[in-house]
Every structure is written in structure tokens, then in C-alpha cells.
């Protein structure tokens, strides 16, 4: 039997078995809310800044806007001024700048400024367990049906199916993303407008001895940035989505394998209190998966963590995750 | 049938996500690693306001005046972009027929450590060793992270930045005296911005902070410390810029009437 129609095979299962229905509903709830929750946030903040600042409306951002531009010049001006915050200081001009010529209140919302944060907030624990949903019965889901020995008595060898297995998995996170990323934009726009895919966004942070390096940051278009953010996403999908498989292959057990790889995702959250001090935490692949704050530059800067360093430990887990599936599954005995 | 075309579909869906997902995995990997991701254009800059930095030399028919510290010594908030530098010189006309110069060295966002780094460089001992009046505004910055802290948490934080605070300070006068023995320094004290909003125990922090800083200001016989908690008090609203933070242009005007005033004698004297 050819690989390719292995996959179709799968993927029709997938379909059959409502997982990706459910991903997708899951997705449409929580998005709305936390819209829902976002345009609350911002009227209240409106509401506080007028407040504080004794006017009435919001509306005269752009003088406040015109105000801090004039500021910021004359702080590259000063010969006082410290070389390396220029950068920032010039990002920071540029998107005042694009606000003031396009009209856009810095405050307000945007469809594309909100898919990316959500994207930004669920990249380490929302996202991961929707691919968990997808991934963590994939094998044993058959185990504990029984319906593994009929796939396996087939005249296919065993690292196919695995290898069919996988790609569809992959299939699926390709989905997932693509589906977050187009119902956020969906349902936020309904929200805030459907606009904001143009606009500067400063990115290229550094981490230099330990402090966060702003010297060669710059700005790049929304729409950018969100694409950066995604694929982000889909690279940690797979490496959760590998892990899963791998731990799908060896408990056998839908619901083991689910509490497993949950429990150890929820733990990577408070192991990263210890990061700074406890440098083995740091080869973790829970506490890798905010790969998108290098990105925003709204990161706690550690030593010797950056970008290519937690790809890096992220990618060997996943390779690990693969080849440890990979040599079980074609080895072992199938009971049941 | 219907699973046939949804098989394809969803091929092609993900065949061409996987690719554009690609592409940006890799640009995401180059934006936040590569050593210099061309530097932005220089951003074209406006003329320099009035008398803000230019670095002036002495002569016997003026005399200096040396700015010191943070966003409000460097005049962020005021919308005709002068500040300090160009309204005390202003005030001081009716009293001096000599030749003010000015020198500013503020930098946005300087804690009291930032100064003391900033003179210790030795790079102003010049300018300094020239000046009449040196102003100095620091320790807003310091002060201000802590506002957000609880009750209790507040009380602990503000005893330590306090007391490195006035270490510092202490130190930055110093170096002061030490390039300068003659200067008289005028040093701004802080105000609440937030005073509509803020509780009697910030107000209690606010005035410890201000009578601390006064006592050692005015250790030196040179020294005056100007304060501008009851100026603003109830002037929120017209000394206070749109940030909410910063003074404005009538509220520097404000500022530098009330220090000249404090001083006018001596400028006559000069």
C-alpha cells in the first residue's frame, strides 16, 4: 500500500473521529472570549487614562502623540544620549510616525494586532494541548481499541504506518495553526475592525551578557510579524505533537498519555521560577516554548538563552521524540 | 466522494500553510539572530532647541548655567519642546544684563546611579568646573516603580531605593563640589503626578522622600532645594503635560519663576 494513500487514510479518520471538529470549536469559543475580554480591557483602560489625565475623551491622542515624537528627537539630539537606546528610540519614532500619518490611535485595537497576541499569549500551554487533543490518541486510541492489530496484519511494514501516522499529524498542525489564525482574525474583526496589517511593529532583540540588547532593533510590518509569530506556533506544535506520539506509542493509553504530557507541560510553568538559578531546567523542552517573546523582546533575559538556543533544545527533543517512536513501534509486541 | 475532495483540500491547504509556515520560521530565526539586520536610516532630526546642548565657553560678561538629570531637567513634556533650558534664562533677563549660557545634560529616564555614572565619566568635569548655577533634577525615576507595589511591599522597597537614593546623591554632590567648590546648586524637588489619584500614604512617602533629600541638598552651604509637591498640587491639570507625568510648558514656566525668584540675589550680585 502506497504511503500516500496511508495518509489520506488517516486523515479521514481524523475527520470521521470529530478531533478536528472539536479543536475547531474550542478554538471559536475561546477566541471570542478572550476578544470579548480584550474590548473590555481597552474600554476600561480608556476610561482610567481620561481619568488620570483630567480629559474628557481620548480622542486628542495625536497631540500627545506630536508631543513624545518631539521629545524623542530631541533625545537623539543630546550628545549625552546613550548610544545604545537610539535604536529603540528611532522604532519607537517610526511607529509613532506611521500612527500620526495613518491616523491610528496608538491605544486602539486591531484585528491584526489582536491574532497575533493571541497567538503570543497560547503558544505555551493553549495551543499545546489542542495538539495533544490531536496527537495523544493517535496510537493508542488504536492500542485500547484493538483495532491496532488490524492495521498491523496488513501487508505493510510498521514503519510505514508510523511514518503515515506522523505526516498527518503534521497535516493537522499545519490546520490548527492556519484555523487560529484565521478565525482570530475573524472573530476579532468583528470586534475591533479588520485592519492593522501594515503597521510597524518593533522586533530583533538580542540578548547580550545578560541583558536585553536593544541596539539593532527595527520595525517590521504586522502582517510580518504575525506570520513570524505563527510559524513559531506550528514548529512548537510539532515538537509537542512528536513528544505526544512518543508518549501515545509507549502508555498505550489515551487517557495516561493525555494526563502525561499535560501535567508535564503545566509544570514547565512554575520550573520556570528556577531557570535563572538551576541551569539543568533550562534543556527542558516546557520552558523552551515561548519561543515568540525573543521575538516581542518581553522577555526576563537569561544567559545563554536565546533564540537558536531553544530551537536547538527544542528540535532534539523532537528528533529524540521521533526516533524513540520510531524504534518502539516497529519492535515491540502487540498484545491486547 | 465528498471525503475525497475534503482529503485533497485539505492536501493543498496544508502542503501550501506548511510552506509560507517555513518561510517564516526562517525569518523569524534571522530577525532575532543576525548580527546587524541593517540598521535603520538615521531618522531625519529637527534643529536643536534653543541653547539645549550646545556646549558654551565662559567669558566675563555671562555666566553658565549647568542642567542636570533626568526627563525634567531635559525639558520632556514641554510641547514647545524648551524646558528649563530656555525659561529660566528667560526669567533671569530682569535681573542680569550679562549673558546666560546653558548647557544641558539631561537624559530621559536617569536614576540618581545613571548621574553618578554619568559625572564620574569625567566627560563634564569642564562644563561643570564653569557653571554658576548647576540645577538638578534626579530621582523621579528611582521612585517611580515602586508606586505600583502594595502597602506593605511599598513601605520595604521605598526604604531601600531611599537609602541607595540618597548614597548616591550624596556621592553625585561630591563629584559636584570637587570640580566645582562655588557653584550654588538648585535642586528640584519631586512632585506626585498622580495626585489625583494617590492615597494619603503616598503623599507620606513622597514628603519623607523630599525632607531627606532637602537635609542633604542643604548640608552644603551652596546648595537650595527648590520643591514643587504644593506648586503642582492642585495644579494637575494645567502644569501637567498629556502624559501625565511630565510638566508642561506652563508648568516649566511655573517651575523656573519660582527657582528664579529663590536665587534672584545672587544673580544681581554676579
Known sequence: MKLFSLIENEVI???????????????????????????????????????????????????????QLIDMKNRLDSPYMDQKSQASTRVRMEQLQYNLDNNINPLEQSAAKFTTKFMEQSIFLFLPLLIIMLAADMVSGESSSGTIKLLLVRNVPRWKILLSKYLTL???????????????????????????????????????????????VLNVPQWQYSLMVYSLAFFVSFVVGSISLMISILVKSTAASIGIIMSTLVAGNFISYFLSDWKITRY?????????????????????MNMIFSI?????????AVVISFVYFTKQDILA | MIKKSMWYSILTIASVGFIVLAMGFYQAIMVTTAVNPQPPAKAPLTPV???????????ANSFQLLILGDSIAKGTGDEKGQG????????????????????NAGIDGLESLGLLEQLQTKRLDKTISDADFILVSIGGNDVKSILSLNDLAKEDQFKLRQDSYLANLKQTLKVLRTANPNAIVIFLGLYNPYEIVSN???????????????????????????????????????????DGLHPNSAGYQALSNRISKSIETIVTGL
Do not use: C
Open chain 1, 13 to 67: 479518520k481524523m475527520i470521521a473521529k470529530k478531533r478536528l471538529m472539536f479543536v475547531l470549536a474550542i478554538l471559536i469559543v475561546l477566541i471570542s472570549v478572550f476578544a470579548y475580554g480584550q474590548n473590555q480591557t481597552l474600554i476600561r483602560t480608556k476610561a482610567q487614562l481620561s481619568q488620570r489625565l483630567g480629559i474628557t475623551a481620548t480622542n486628542d491622542w495625536r497631540k500627545l502623540a506630536g508631543q
Open chain 1, 170 to 216: 503534521i497535516i493537522l498542525e499545519v490546520m490548527v495553526v492556519i484555523f487560529a489564525f484565521v478565525l482570530s482574525a475573524l472573530i476579532s474583526g468583528f470586534f475591533f475592525g479588520f485592519g492593522g496589517w501594515l503597521a510597524p511593529v518593533a522586533t530583533g532583540f538580542k540578548v547580550l551578557a545578560g541583558k536585553l540588547d536593544s541596539s539593532s
Open chain 1, 284 to 304: 527542558m523542552f516546557m520552558v523552551n516554548l515561548r519561543l515568540t517573546d525573543y521575538l516581542s523582546g518581553s522577555f526576563q533575559p537569561i544567559e545563554g
Open chain 1, 312 to 320: 536547538t533544545v527544542l528540535l532534539g527533543w523532537a528528533i529524540a
Open chain 2, 49 to 59: 532647541p534653543v541653547g539645549s546642548t550646545k556646549l558654551s565657553s565662559k567669558t
Open chain 2, 84 to 103: 528649563f533650558s530656555s525659561y529660566l534664562p528667560e526669567s533671569f533677563k530682569n535681573d542680569t544684563s550679562k549673558e546666560i549660557l546653558v548647557n
Open chain 2, 200 to 242: 494619603v500614604e503616598n503623599t507620606r512617602l513622597l514628603n519623607t522622600w523630599n525632607y531627606n533629600t532637602q537635609q542633604l541638598v542643604e548640608e552644603d552651604g551652596k546648595g537650595i532645594f527648590i520643591p514643587t509637591h504644593d506648586l503642582l498640587k492642585f495644579n494637575i491639570g494645567r502644569y501637567i503635560a498629556k
